[in-house]
């Protein structure tokens, strides 16, 4: 039954492509492109967070200068006046209550600027280790991106050329027994028992000596006696 040989040929091909239909991109790949997906939207927002609170402390210190200006000049003012020799007494002790205010003012200023220029070099910093590492996450998901893709394509092309080889086997194989095999496959998923050392490959059962016999010189085809699959002996 050496005609069946085809059809032995593409139930295996059948096979094949029952596995490579549940061939999918490594799912640890996949994982890991959800995770750097998930770390890059997350840094992105503390990016854009980080960058509100700087400008803030900017426009704070900014603030903080010109109110720092205008307590020197006020200060400048106050001493000319209380040094100038114009005020007397009492006046002099007003003016120099009013300096000691500016005075005490402008320090609590300047502390203030300074602690909020630490905090804004201290953002800045922040952002910097954020930007690089969002800039390391995306390369590394472009990277593996590309291999999900290149890897998506290479189980699209094996089915393609599987689907081709099946479509060229089947043009071979012909009409009748073509309908032959989906016939029988109505049954059995693999339809076919390939038998070696006297043993159906369906059933794993023996074959008899009667059927072996049929299979080696009768055309018309065989089946086993146990499962009922056709038979195709594999004189290889
Ligand atoms: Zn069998």
Redesign the pocket.
């Known amino acids: 039954m050496l005609k069946f040989r085809k059809l032995w040929a593409l139930q295996q091909l059948e096979e094949q492509q029952e596995k490579q239909q549940q061939q999918k991109v490594d799912p640890e790949l996949v994982n890991r492109l959800k995770a750097l997906k998930a770390e890059i939207e997350a840094l992105q927002g503390q990016l854009k967070e980080l960058k509100d609170r700087y400008q803030k402390a900017k426009e704070e210190v900014n603030r903080l200068e010109l109110a720092g200006t205008n307590l020197r000049a006020k200060q400048s003012q106050l001493n000319e006046k209380i040094y100038g020799g114009s005020l007397q007494g009492k006046e002099i002790e007003s003016y120099q209550q009013r300096l000691a205010q500016v005075n005490q003012e402008l320090s609590q200023a300047e502390d203030e600027e300074l602690a909020l220029m630490q905090q804004r070099d201290d953002i800045r910093a922040l952002w910097a280790e954020k930007k690089q590492r969002l800039e390391e996450c995306t390369a590394q998901y472009k990277a593996l991106h590309q291999t999900y893709l290149r890897q998506r394509e290479e189980i699209k092309a094996r089915a393609t050329a599987l689907a081709r080889e099946m479509t060229e086997l089947c043009e071979a194989i012909g009409e009748e027994d073509l309908k032959l095999y989906r016939q029988l496959k109505k049954r059995h998923r693999n339809p076919l028992?390939r038998v070696a050392k006297d043993i159906?490959?369906?059933?794993?059962?023996g074959?008899s000596f009667e059927k072996l016999k049929q299979l080696k010189y009768q055309e018309e085809p065989v089946?086993?006696?146990?499962?009922?699959?056709l038979?195709f002996l594999d004189l290889d």
């Open positions: 028992g159906c490959s369906g059933c794993h059962l074959i089946y086993c006696n146990h499962c009922g699959r038979l």
